[in-house]
């Protein structure tokens, strides 16, 4: 098991250490080392936080189908039945896929406004897009590498300073979140005798569509109840949990409108005081509004302008063609951004569209 042997060779590595680190940067550092060595660690540890992802979201997905048969017995729907097939890529049972590949093609929203299709989208879709966004936050590479450090500092951190925040646009639901958990456990893990019993992962999610509600409450749990069970268990022991539930809730927003919008108005807020802001395939299927000339429109670019500096905007999707305008506008005002096109070659498994952006300075 790669995940174990790796943990046994940081902690002889890292013997003494008292603060928390960054396991990813720790393999892939050492410039005067045998290529050849540093190439296998980096492996390594590829292989071994691939392998905690997998075992958590496993398990996240087990809670959730049992919690949405519990609860929905009487519509007859066989979660169960609906998600196996579609890991195996059966294309009778693919709902969704559909609907969105037409959401992208004609630039508008998809409805999402049915709550028990939005169940089979919440497990059917989940192992896929929490990996996408997983793999890039550890692709060590100068952004991602920075969304690390940002979670190590308040795991070193103490009091106030050990909260995270997160804002997820079009985040449905949850997945981003259950994301950034699986990150934030993989870390602690490789860090045991830290003691990190505080950090407060915290994940607003603003979406077009109130439905998501009961669903975003029912992943807030099985996140919660996934991470205590990996307490006694033999991949993520030693990940003490902090926890309690309520760190994921849903807000309203629309971001073909402008921030100032009165159904954006917590977005606009929330603005003010966040780590990270996230939109995984939401651009696409707004791009009959949300694009202009060389440009973009409503609350993404007003997000540009308003927020701090130092804030981390990540950005997946299916297709590309909003990420040449997006790029424009962020370089306009301040933004530094790592795309897909900047690495080249295609993350194993991870989003093939993304855009990674850090504001670094105030142009306007
Ligand atoms: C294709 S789903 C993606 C959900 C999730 N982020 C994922 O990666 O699977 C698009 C999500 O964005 C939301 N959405 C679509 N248009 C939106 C808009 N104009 N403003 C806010 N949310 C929107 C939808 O309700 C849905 O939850």
Redesign the pocket.
Known sequence: MKYKQVKKEIEIKREGWSSCFDPVVLCFSGHDLDPKLRQRRALSIEHSYREFFEHFISKVEKELIQTFEMKNSEDDIDYNAITMPFRRRDQNHMPWQTI?AEAVRNGE??D?SNESMNRIYAVQ?LET?TRYLHHLIMDFNIISNRVRALLVDRLNSVGDKRDFSIVS?????G??HVAFWAVLLFIRSMNHNNSMEDVRLRTRV????KE?EPIISEVDKAVMNTSASLETSEIGGNVSTLMSSDLLSLHL????LDLCADINAELCEAIDNVDIIVF???MH??ASIILSEDEIKGATLDILKKSRLGTIMICTDSQHFVWPNLKTAAKLHGWEFYSNLERKINISFGPKQFVLLQRTHRNS
Do not use: T
């Open positions: 969105l929203p998809a999402f879709k897009r646009i079009g985040g449905g639901p997945y981003d603003f979406d077009l569509y998501w927003c629309d971001i073909r995984q395939f939401v299927e707004n």
